[in-house]
């Protein structure tokens, strides 16, 4: 059977981090900056996958630290949301640059 | 068997014990009297402190998931009197708050993270703890929930700390894959220095070096420091901070040794940078939490001087020099957390001509302040001593110049609060002020660690005993 070698997964992977990166960096909107993130951390959960699968297929720990990741992804986004809310309720908006109260 | 490990685990179980006895009593009391409720859960931390302090046997439990021995044991009582000592000059500013429970239950969450990030022997456990501890802290920083400075903060390290918790996932995924193994002390066996392996390792670094806000990574430190509640603040600059670096020193150590002389390049580099920066941008402020904030950036490129010393010496004097950290910090917090509870003033002008009204808090200030800036009587000295020692070490002198020319400039900033509260004629001075019974308690441990930690030499013979270096 012809299997995806390891390099196009790594390739996916690194390319989502990135995407995940540069959204962070020039998105204004806070939710689409948190969403910037969980792209970074399901590029963190396809490398752990496909390491385990292709190269250590005899331990689970790369499957297992997948599921702890989504868990504690689940968690972080519940917090910021929580957090998101409270700033549009002190700023009526959730664009960072109208956050600017503290500079230098 | 079980005895052993609950005997290991012995100061997660309180916290979290204590954790569920708040909660418990939150949802059972509909009406609770703030004050006594106060007075408990510093009674509380109190004796989980003191039963911190019995001897633990070494341990390595959950196949060698949790280790912990004789110097893991004293930095977690570290932590715990720090938390107390928080917790007491938290008192001004929870007695007129609506949610004092909620916020133990998350102070103490993040407690135990820090907890079983420190005894960490595996990954898995240490970004458990590592993000078992960062997002309550956010939560934390947003506590003063009516004000925009507070949320705004928390915005900000919400923000810096998912993306520094996933810049070192994505490193430690990329170690995965190179070593195949999450736990140390396999890892260690299988490192060789490959450029994927320095790759991955790069990426944990930029990680911590976000937690512990070393330079080209410090951009949130000022606005999350100035946004949260003082009490935060405190909690951000001493408990987390020294928190990180206990596990980072252990990671370089024993983890990252093959790779030593690389680490030893990039620390330099930050350290360098973090003092010089730190400093730079502390002259300029006039707002004390802000002023603080810088300071600890400073602070911190002195810890890594004494990390990069890579030697018994250099653990030593690391953790020694967080002892002392606790301690002075926490006075400079503890008056500004005071002053701000009661009159919500928090610029330096605002602090002239305080010595009039208000001598014991200006001493307290005075003291704190001297021990952060170094100046001999007090402990900040020796322990910034044993770390530019601890650099030395490895002698390289240029950099140790740069870090002692450094302490001169930070002289600057120090002694300006110092001049505004002793010298300067007040236009509207503060009038005297009511320390509490609980906050007094702190400022007296805290101006008595200043001192007697210096003096007492035997401390830091102890903590050297237990060290191992690399």
Known sequence: ?104 | MWAGIILSLRQELMITILIFVLLVYKIGASEYKTNALLNGINLLLLANLIVGFFPCPDATSFSGMFHTNRLIVLEKNMLNLGTLLISLQAYDWLKSHRHVPEFYMLLLATLTGFFFMISSGNLLLFYLGLELSSIPLAALASFDLEKRQSSEGAMKFILSAAFSSALLLFGISLLYGATGTLGFDTIVQRLDGSAFQLFAFILILSGFAFKIAAVPFHLWTADVYEGSPVTVTAYLSVISKGAVFFIFIQLLYTVFKPIATSWYRILIILSVLSITVGNLFALRQNRLKRLLAFSSIAQSGFILAGVIGSSRIGEASVVYFILIYIFSNLGAFGVVSLISAQTGKETISDYRGLYANNPALSWVMAISLFSLAGIPPTAGFFGKFFLLMAGAGKGNYVFITIAALNMVISLYYYLKVVKAIFMDKPEQPIEKLVIPLLPNIAFIVCVAGTIITGLAGWIYDYIYSLSIGL
Do not use: C, W
């Not at chain 1, 070698?5 to 992977?13: D, F, G, N, R, Y």
């Not at chain 1, 990135?18 to 962070?24: A, D, N, T």
């Not at chain 1, 005899?58 to 519940?78: D, P, S, Y």
């Open chain 1, 1 to 104: 059977m012809n299997q995806v070698p390891l390099t196009h997964i790594l390739i996916v992977s690194t390319a989502l981090f990135f995407i995940g990166m540069y959204g962070l960096f020039t998105r204004r909107n806070l939710i689409t900056m948190l969403m910037s993130i969980e792209l970074i951390l399901n590029s963190v959960n396809i490398n752990f996958i496909a390491f385990n699968r292709y190269l250590y297929p005899q331990r689970l720990e790369g499957v297992f630290f997948t599921l702890f990741v989504i868990a504690i992804a689940a968690a972080e986004a519940a917090v910021a949301i929580a957090i998101i809310i409270n700033l549009y309720r002190n700023f009526h908006s959730i664009d960072v640059e109208t956050a600017d109260e503290m500079k230098f």
